[in-house]
């Protein structure tokens, strides 16, 4: 019960705004269509690096399989073949009975080449002596070397998952006691979720001596075909304004702190190796992460569906423009150190060595 709450949740902060249905379209699926492809040309922010040409491109590709006469099954898949060549999680058609997924975001995990970069069982065995690690979604442990230096371990998989400040109270307290030389917060494999955790991560992790709030991350919303604004928030359907100026937490963690990253790691994943890019406390290990990095609004067609799409930009701290392509990271953020690791083949995770290697050094 918890997820699903949590689920519908992100959905409704996720979906921040509802475009309002112009009269002129009738409730067909001609038109209905239509209206998709309006409101995708005026407000979609990823056109220029999907691909696919322009919004234009792709009506005129699938307006011929559209008919009002075909059956809703059929106007589904069409749908979910066209809006999929988005190339965007965050696009999808949810109608009473199915809803669309561009499945290929997900790394294919069959393909030779594929490097997961994370194996838990493995971290485990080498690293807590088969002791199981501690807390329920931000789990937990103590990392001792052979010369004796201790290192705070957290996995978080799934920004899904809630956290409270006592979860995170707790855990800082342990490091204190432990007397811990930095810590590691392992996102491996996290396929995102609520903005609102991600943001708290940010404030407990993240610190600067001489900033107690910082903007670290730059959002731009699309407005219409040729206008973009900044926004310094979001508001949710639930009264809540998400803000992307962070106030540090006072009890908030103020040593070193690695961010291991695959590239499984997507939307609020990603969004949070964004945000630390504004702190010098903290350093991002592995690999890129997956992407994901616009946020959706909802909306619904003429027929009743739902659809939502990337109608806002999400960039770091350094951005001064939407048209930075270098701060971009629709495609996955980069790694500070770029670290691969065969977790089949060798006893140590290569990220963690790393990580642990940087957090040592004076």
């Known amino acids: 019960m918890k997820k699903i709450l949590v689920t519908l949740f992100c959905l409704i902060i996720l979906s921040c705004e509802v475009p309002y249905i112009n009269n002129a379209y009738s409730s067909d699926k001609v038109s209905s269509f239509n209206y998709l492809c309006n409101e995708l040309d005026n407000h979609y922010v990823y056109t220029d690096i999907k691909g696919f040409g322009s919004i234009a491109d792709l009506k005129a590709k699938y307006s011929g399989k559209v008919t009002n006469t075909m059956?809703?099954?059929?106007?589904?898949?069409?749908?979910?073949?066209?809006?999929?060549?988005?190339?965007?999680?965050?696009?999808?058609?949810?109608?009473?009975?199915?809803?669309?997924?561009?499945?290929?975001?997900?790394?294919?995990?069959?393909?030779?080449?594929?490097n997961p970069n994370y194996n838990s069982r493995s971290i485990l065995i080498n690293y807590f002596n088969s002791k199981p690690?501690?807390?329920?979604?931000?789990?937990?442990?103590?990392?001792?070397?052979?010369?004796?230096?201790?290192?705070?371990?957290?996995?978080?998989?799934?920004?899904?998952?809630?956290?409270?400040?006592?979860?995170?109270?707790?855990?800082?307290?342990?490091?204190?006691k432990e007397s811990v030389e930095g810590i590691l917060l392992d996102i491996r494999g996290n396929g995102g979720g609520s903005i609102q955790l991600a943001i708290n991560l940010l404030s407990y992790f993240g610190y600067d001596p001489n900033a107690?709030?910082?903007?670290?991350?730059?959002?731009?919303?699309?407005?219409?075909?040729?206008?973009?604004?900044?926004?310094?928030?979001?508001?949710?359907?639930?009264?809540?304004?998400?803000s992307f100026n962070i106030y540090t937490m006072?009890?908030?963690?103020k040593g070193k702190v690695a961010l291991l990253t695959n590239r499984a790691c997507y939307s609020a994943a990603s969004l949070t190796a964004a945000g630390f890019k504004a702190y010098n406390n903290v350093k991002q290990f592995g690999d890129q992460t997956g992407g994901g990095m616009g946020l959706p609004i909802g909306g619904t067609l003429p027929n009743g569906w739902n659809y939502r799409f990337s109608s806002n930009k999400v960039m770091d701290y350094r951005a001064t423009s939407h048209t930075q392509t270098e701060y971009n990271y629709e495609a996955g953020v980069s790694a500070d150190s770029v670290v691969n690791d065969d977790p089949l083949t060798t006893d140590k995770d290569e990220i963690i060595e790393a990580a642990i290697s940087w957090i040592s050094t004076p």
């Open 250 to 253: 006072p009890n908030g963690y």
């Open 71 to 114: 059956t809703d099954e059929a106007f589904f898949e069409v749908l979910s073949d066209f809006i999929n060549e988005l190339k965007d999680g965050h696009a999808n058609i949810i109608t009473p009975f199915a809803r669309s997924s561009y499945y290929p975001t997900l790394i294919d995990y069959m393909a030779a080449d594929y």
């Open 133 to 176: 690690l501690y807390g329920s979604s931000l789990r937990n442990g103590i990392i001792e070397k052979e010369d004796g230096k201790k290192y705070g371990y957290i996995y978080y998989g799934s920004f899904m998952d809630t956290f409270s400040s006592y979860d995170i109270d707790y855990m800082l307290n342990r490091f204190s």
């Open 212 to 242: 107690n709030a910082k903007e670290v991350l730059k959002v731009w919303r699309r407005d219409d075909k040729n206008t973009y604004t900044k926004i310094p928030y979001i508001s949710s359907a639930l009264g809540v304004d998400f």
